[in-house]
C-alpha cells in the first residue's frame, strides 16, 4: 500500500472519532466501509490495532478502548489543541499525505522553501530528550563565528526557520537561529531541566521568537479593508480579542509584549492595520514608517 494511502486511512480514523467521540469497532468498520476508505475493504482488528500504534507514533494522539464498552476514542483530546504539537504533527500528517499522492501534479503546486536549519534537529532533539549539554557552533550575520555549551530547553519553528531556545553559561536564556550553526555535537554532561518549563507558556506572552523585557501591554489595533477578516481567521496570537466593529473598519486588542517581531507583523500589512494604543507604541510605529519613507 502507498504510503499516501496509509496516510489517509490515519486521518480518516483521527477524524472520524472525533466526529463521532467513541465508537466501538464495528461501528467505526460500518462507517470505513460506508466512506470506502479502502475500496470496500472492512478495517479488521490487527489492521485497526497496527494503525492506533502507528498514529500514536507519529502524532501523539491516543486512542483509547473503554473496557466497560468496548468504545474507542481520543483519550487526550487537549493534544489537539491549536498551541499543541500533537495538533502541528496532526496538520502536517494530514498535507504529507495529501501531496505524497500528488506526483502528478506537481508543476500545479506551489510551495515555499522547507524550514532551514533542519540538519541538526536530530542532535538537538536528541539532546532534549535526555537533557545533555550541547556543543554548537553559531555564526552571526556579519560577526565572528564561536563555540558555546549550551543547556536546550526548547524548540521553535518561526517563519520558516528553526530556532533553539537554550541556557547559556552565563545563566541567560538565548535565541539560536539553527540556519546560523555550523555544528551541533551532543555532549555526556547533563543538566537539570526545571520540572515546570513549558515552551508554550515561556513563549505565551510574545510574537515570534524574540524574547527580551519589554513590559506586557494592551494593545488596541484598527484593521481596515480586508484585514478584519484576516486576522478573524487567522489571530496573530492567543490574545487576541475583537472589541468594536463597524461598516469600516474593526478594533482587536491583544495582551502582548510588542517586540520588534510583533511590530514588523504589523508593519507588514502596510495600511491594513493603524495602531491605536498605547500612544508611546502609536508614536513608535510612525516613527518606523517615517525611517522606512526615507529610503524611499
Not at 524550514?115 to 535526555?130: M, N, V
Not at 507583523?265 to 507604541?281: A, Y
Amino acid at each position: 500500500m502507498k504510503p499516501a494511502q496509509i496516510f489517509r486511512q490515519y486521518i480518516w480514523i483521527i477524524n472520524t472519532l472525533r466526529a463521532y467521540g467513541k465508537l466501538t469497532l464495528e461501528e467505526l468498520n460500518q462507517k470505513w466501509i460506508d466512506d470506502a476508505v479502502a475500496d470496500g475493504n472492512p478495517l479488521h482488528r490487527s489492521s485497526f490495532n497496527r494503525h492506533r500504534d502507528a498514529i500514536q507514533d507519529m502524532s501523539g494522539i491516543v486512542i483509547d478502548c473503554e473496557p466497560r464498552t468496548y468504545k474507542y476514542y481520543i483519550s487526550n483530546q487537549e493534544a489537539l489543541g491549536d498551541d499543541s504539537i500533537e495538533s502541528w504533527l496532526f496538520s502536517t500528517l494530514t498535507v504529507h499525505g495529501v501531496l505524497a499522492d500528488s506526483a502528478a501534479v506537481k508543476e500545479r503546486l506551489a510551495l515555499e522553501n522547507a524550514p532551514a536549519g533542519e540538519q541538526y534537529l536530530d542532535t538537538i532533539i536528541s539532546a532534549i530528550k535526555g537533557n545533555h549539554r550541547l556543543r554548537i557552533g553559531y555564526q552571526k550575520f556579519e560577526a565572528e563565528g564561536y563555540e558555546k555549551i549550551v543547556c536546550p530547553y526548547a524548540l521553535k519553528l518561526f517563519r520558516q526557520r528553526w530556532y533553539l531556545l537554550a541556557l547559556n553559561d552565563e545563566e541567560q536564556m538565548r535565541i539560536y537561529a539553527l540556519d546560523r550553526m555550523t555544528m551541533a555535537q551532543l555532549t555526556d554532561e547533563v543538566f537539570k531541566m526545571p520540572a515546570d518549563f513549558s515552551a508554550q507558556a515561556y513563549f505565551s506572552e510574545y510574537y515570534g521568537v524574540l524574547t527580551n523585557d519589554t513590559p506586557m501591554t494592551h494593545v488596541v489595533v484598527r484593521a481596515h479593508n480586508w484585514m478584519p477578516n484576516y486576522l478573524r481567521t487567522l489571530p496573530l496570537h492567543h490574545s487576541q480579542r475583537e472589541i468594536a466593529s463597524t461598516e469600516h473598519y474593526t478594533d482587536f486588542s491583544f495582551d502582548i509584549r510588542p517586540t520588534s517581531d510583533f511590530l514588523g507583523e504589523l508593519l507588514r500589512h502596510s495600511n491594513g492595520i493603524e495602531v491605536l494604543e498605547p500612544l508611546e507604541l502609536r508614536e513608535k510605529m510612525r516613527q518606523m514608517i517615517a525611517e522606512t519613507l526615507k529610503r524611499y
